[in-house]
C-alpha cells in the first residue's frame, strides 16, 4: 500500500507544548501533504511538501521529509486548545494522482 | 473564499435504497474526488474522475457505486443498493491539479 501511516495514534499534551508526529509511507511519491481534521467536518489542507523539499515551515507548523527513510514529521509548536484535532499525512506517489490518507493522529490539547 | 459544498449533509436510508450525494466542486478546478470515512477510521479513496471520466478508482468502487457530472457544476456519487457497511461520511474534494485538495464538509449516510 502506498498509503502513509502516522505515529503515534493519539496525542495528548498541554497547551503551549510542541506536538510531533510521524508519517511513514512505502513508494516514491512527488509530494506529502497534511490535513487536519475537527470532529465530524471535512479535511482541511495544512501544508504540502514536495519529494526534493526537506523542510517546510507554516506558521506553528513546520514539516521534514526524508525520501531515503520514507518519512515525514509533522511539528506543531506552541499548541493551543484550538489546535486539538486529528492530524493526516497523505502521499501523492509518482505512478498516479490519487492521493492516499492514512489513519491519522489524534491531538488534544489541554488548556 | 471559494469552497466545496455538499447535500446532504447527513442522510439515512433502507439496506437496498438508492442514494445520491452531491457535491459542487470549486468552479475552476478540474479533478474531483470521492473519499469515504468510516466512523473512526482512515480517510479512504473512492475515485477521481478528470475530463469528464473516472481516471482512478480503488476496489471499494464496486458496481454498486458510479459518479457523473450531469453539469457543468454538480459532481455525484450514486450508491445503487445500499448496504450496512456503506454507512459512513462520504467526502468530495477538488483540485486544480496535483496538489492541494479541497474537501467539502461531508455527508453523513447512515444504512439502516
Known amino acids: 500500500s502506498q498509503q502513509g501511516e502516522e505515529d503515534p495514534q493519539a496525542l495528548s499534551i498541554q497547551e503551549g507544548e510542541n506536538a510531533t508526529m510521524n508519517c511513514s509511507y512505502k513508494t516514491s511519491i512527488n509530494n506529502l501533504q497534511w490535513y487536519r481534521q475537527n470532529s465530524g467536518r471535512g479535511l482541511v489542507h495544512l501544508i504540502l511538501i514536495r519529494s526534493n523539499e526537506r523542510e517546510k515551515h507554516s506558521g506553528r507548523l513546520r514539516v521534514t521529509l526524508d525520501t531515503s527513510k520514507k518519512s515525514s514529521s509533522l511539528l506543531i509548536t506552541a499548541s493551543r486548545a484550538a489546535d486539538t484535532a486529528s492530524y493526516f499525512c497523505?502521499?501523492?506517489?509518482?505512478?498516479?494522482?490519487?492521493?492516499?490518507f492514512g489513519a491519522g493522529t489524534t491531538v488534544t490539547v489541554r488548556a | 473564499e471559494p469552497e466545496v459544498t455538499q447535500t446532504p449533509s447527513h442522510q439515512v436510508t433502507q439496506m437496498g435504497q438508492e442514494v445520491i450525494l452531491r457535491c459542487v466542486p470549486i468552479?475552476?478546478?478540474?479533478?474531483f474526488y470521492w473519499y469515504r470515512q468510516i466512523l473512526g477510521q482512515k480517510v479512504e479513496f473512492l475515485v477521481s474522475?478528470?475530463?469528464?471520466?473516472?481516471?482512478?478508482k480503488s476496489e471499494i468502487f464496486d458496481d454498486q457505486f458510479s459518479v457523473e457530472r450531469p453539469d457543468g457544476s454538480n459532481f455525484t456519487l450514486k450508491i445503487r443498493s445500499t448496504k450496512l457497511e456503506d454507512s459512513a461520511m462520504y467526502f468530495c474534494?477538488?483540485?486544480?491539479?496535483?496538489?492541494?485538495?479541497?474537501f467539502g464538509e461531508g455527508s453523513r449516510l447512515t444504512v439502516l
Open positions: 497523505a502521499t501523492d506517489p509518482t505512478n498516479d494522482y490519487k492521493l492516499s
Open positions: 474534494a477538488s483540485s486544480e491539479g496535483a496538489g492541494e485538495l479541497f
Open positions: 474522475f478528470y475530463n469528464n471520466e473516472i481516471s482512478e
Open positions: 468552479s475552476n478546478h478540474l479533478y
